[in-house]
């Protein structure tokens, strides 16, 4: 994650007949969305939320997640990650938590607590991505010290190398590297793990993970799953452009990409169930949403717990091991589930390719019978379907 704005600060479905559904397959069948369709992919075990420090993971000193202290012995971080666990399992039904590790982090006092999370999180099945994020006094998207951020891959993976709920992301946003320098970067880290398998290895995309398409393409990094960041804040876009933007950044990696970062305001008052919204993060959340499901891919939601972010998909109550966690936008987890392939997530498009139209309830007839067709989209609610 990398600093920027988002950091500091009446739709009905249609009823269908049998006759319809099986139209509607027919007409959508293989590839759902408009553009090159990705390979079928196999990541979407990673059901997830990022549990982040209140000042953000860029730190020069121990990153401190939401709701844990420096002080807190390793009895009182597992007692309290249980809790936060156990709040993202209940209210939005996640299996993958991603969590932030810098030099100061690991191998030091606040290590021996805060394995305490990461042990809470693999007790309970959860799978762990654990993440480099770089220091804020140099932040320009490069290791900042490669002897101590060897020295803590090395101690992190001594300890996990052999637990397989828990995974390694060598960099996050590695925007200071070109293509093919951070494509060295991350083989070398893997060359230099010979004892990781590499499908437990995430390998960022180029900038600030923003496009995989590079990474992809590289055969030192096959075997590895590719972690894309996409916001909404990049660009003011109609539903349809924010579904080209983010295909456009995957190509044909679906099969191997994981959207570990991805979130929209939470605290605002949106209504992310609203296909008709003008809103960009409605627009852009639902394109996400609706793309990730589509493709079969894992996603990991910016933040599901972060203090004082308006993105955060969870708030937190209680004080110290007596944690719970609330939802203040329950339309936002409604489009992160539909992500995962869970409930309905309110209404969505449904897009033929090649032709990138929508299918279409024809003149927006209620009556049995009615033809459904493709049609230009145009955001009516005879375009709007509901997965039950």
């Known amino acids: 994650m990398h600093s920027h704005p988002r950091k500091h600060p009446g739709t009905h479905a249609h009823r269908r007949s049998l006759a319809g559904a099986l139209t509607a397959l027919a007409v959508v069948s293989a590839g759902v969305l408009a553009g090159a369709t990705?390979?079928?992919?196999?990541?979407?075990?990673?059901?997830g939320v990022n549990w982040a420090d209140p000042r953000d993971n860029y730190a020069d000193d121990p990153v401190i997640p939401s709701g844990l202290s420096a002080s807190d012995s390793y009895a009182t971080v597992k007692a309290k990650a249980d809790a936060i666990l156990t709040g993202f399992q209940n209210n939005l039904g996640a299996n993958t938590v991603r969590l932030p590790v810098n030099p100061y982090s690991v191998g030091t006092g606040w290590w021996n607590s805060y394995t305490g999370a990461i042990d809470a999180a693999t007790a309970k099945g959860f799978k762990v991505v654990l993440a480099y994020w770089e220091g804020p006094s140099a932040k320009d998207g490069r290791i900042d010290d490669v002897a101590a951020w060897t020295s803590m891959w090395n101690t992190v993976t001594a300890r996990y190398g052999g637990n397989g709920l828990v995974y390694?992301?060598?960099m996050n946003e590695p925007f200071g590297y070109g293509q093919s320098a951070w494509a060295d970067v991350a083989a070398g880290w893997i060359g230099d793990h010979p004892s990781i398998p590499k499908n437990r290895i995430f390998v960022s995309g180029t900038g600030y993970n923003d496009n995989v398409t590079s990474v992809c393409a590289d055969s030192r990094l096959n075997g590895t799953y590719l972690s894309l960041h996409h916001y909404g804040f990049w660009g003011t876009h109609t539903y349809n452009d924010w579904v080209t933007d983010f295909r456009n950044r995957i190509g044909s990696c679906a099969s191997r990409t994981v959207v570990d970062e991805m979130g929209a305001p939470m605290t605002t008052g949106l209504n992310y169930n609203d296909a008709n919204s003008t809103d960009n993060f409605v627009r852009y959340l639902r394109a996400d949403t609706d793309t990730i499901r589509s493709l079969g891919m894992g996603a990991i939601y910016w933040p599901g717990l972060r203090g004082g972010d308006p993105y955060t998909l969870q708030t937190l109550q209680g004080s110290g091991v007596n944690l719970t966690l609330s939802t203040p936008n329950s339309s936002g987890v409604d489009r992160i589930r539909y992500a995962w392939g869970s409930g309905s997530g309110g209404t969505s498009v449904l897009r033929g390719v090649p032709s990138n139209r929508c299918l279409d309830v024809?003149?927006?007839?209620?009556?049995?019978?009615?033809p459904v067709i493709l049609w230009t989209c145009n955001g009516g609610a005879n375009q709007q379907w509901k997965t039950t």
């Open 38 to 47: 990705p390979a079928a992919a196999d990541t979407s075990q990673f059901k």
């Open 362 to 370: 024809n003149q927006a007839r209620t009556a049995n019978g009615t």
């Open 168 to 170: 390694f992301e060598p």
